[in-house]
């Protein structure tokens, strides 16, 4: 039986992977990083345990857990990771240590650690959830964007790295799609961000009516995460998978724009949102 690794899963895009995946007859390990969701996976079949990427010693625990369960992992999927807005000039240091911290680092160290099991294999995959906002950046959005460019980054040097081991590294790049994420980024806006005192004040009286927009309006453009897992699949079964997947129009957009428009031009295109 296949093995994988997915990160994130108490709800949205994880969530919806973990069972996708199981229901595809893989064996699931769902993290998640409260115990009590790992606790709710169980009861739904799930393989489940804590990982919280910000806790070095949570993921050499996870890591272990799954040699001790399996012996082995075909696939890990890094998935989870949270949003911090505000504006850039407003964006303590702190903060985007916080965010680095669980978007890029602790996906890093998870991947590190699953490696040697993956090269004994002389096979495995690695994918890593990107976002629209890791091929072009938006305002408001700015820590959140440099986890991603980041990510970005580390993963395509990776995939030049792991260049005949049988090892695959891939992107799943998904613009807007139908998770907590924009709920959960209130809290962290919140701790870090002393907006009343910022230069742009007024700006930010606007922005929080739609952060914290509770009317349920989806974006025209919005999918459901089982578009992600659509992808996943194939990022983990196909025999040669893509370096790249786009989930939604607007990411299939911000590629193209990315690169057919000088720099000036793409930012006035993603200005008029």
């Not at 050499?60 to 998935?79: I, M, P």
């Not at 025999?239 to 990315?258: F, M």
Request: charged content about 25%.
């Amino acid at each position: 039986m296949r093995t994988i690794l997915i990160t994130g899963c108490s709800s949205g895009i994880g969530y919806d992977a973990a069972h996708g995946l199981k229901a595809r007859g893989w064996r699931v390990f769902a993290t998640c990083r409260q115990a009590a969701d790992c606790e709710r996976l169980v009861t739904e079949g799930l393989e489940s345990f804590p990982l919280d990427y910000a806790d070095e010693a949570s993921i050499a625990s996870a890591v272990a857990e799954v040699t001790a369960r399996a012996g082995r992992l075909d696939a890990l999927f890094n998935n989870g990771a949270f949003a911090c807005p505000g504006l850039v000039e407003d964006l303590p240091r702190g903060a985007l240590r916080a965010i680095f911290e669980v978007n890029l680092f602790g996906y890093h160290d998870l991947t590190r650690r699953v490696l040697p099991m993956m090269r004994a294999q002389g096979a495995g995959r690695i994918v890593n959830c990107s976002s629209v906002l890791g091929i072009v950046g938006a305002e408001w959005r700015g820590a959140y964007v440099a986890t991603k460019f980041a990510l970005e980054g580390l993963s395509d040097v990776l995939r030049l790295e792991m260049r005949g081991t049988g090892i695959d590294v891939v992107l799943i790049e998904p613009g807007p799609i139908g998770t907590k994420i924009r709920v959960n980024a209130q809290k962290h806006f919140e701790r870090w961000f002393d907006w009343q005192i910022s230069a742009r004040a007024a700006d930010y009286a606007r922005f929080r009516e739609r952060l914290y927009d509770t009317s349920g309006q989806k974006d025209r453009f919005q999918l459901e995460p089982a578009a992600v897992t659509k992808a996943l699949i194939h990022a983990v079964e196909s025999a040669r998978p893509r370096a790249r997947y786009y989930v939604t129009v607007p990411t299939h957009i911000a590629g193209l724009a990315r690169r057919l428009l000088p720099t000036r031009m793409l930012d006035w295109v993603v200005s008029k949102g």
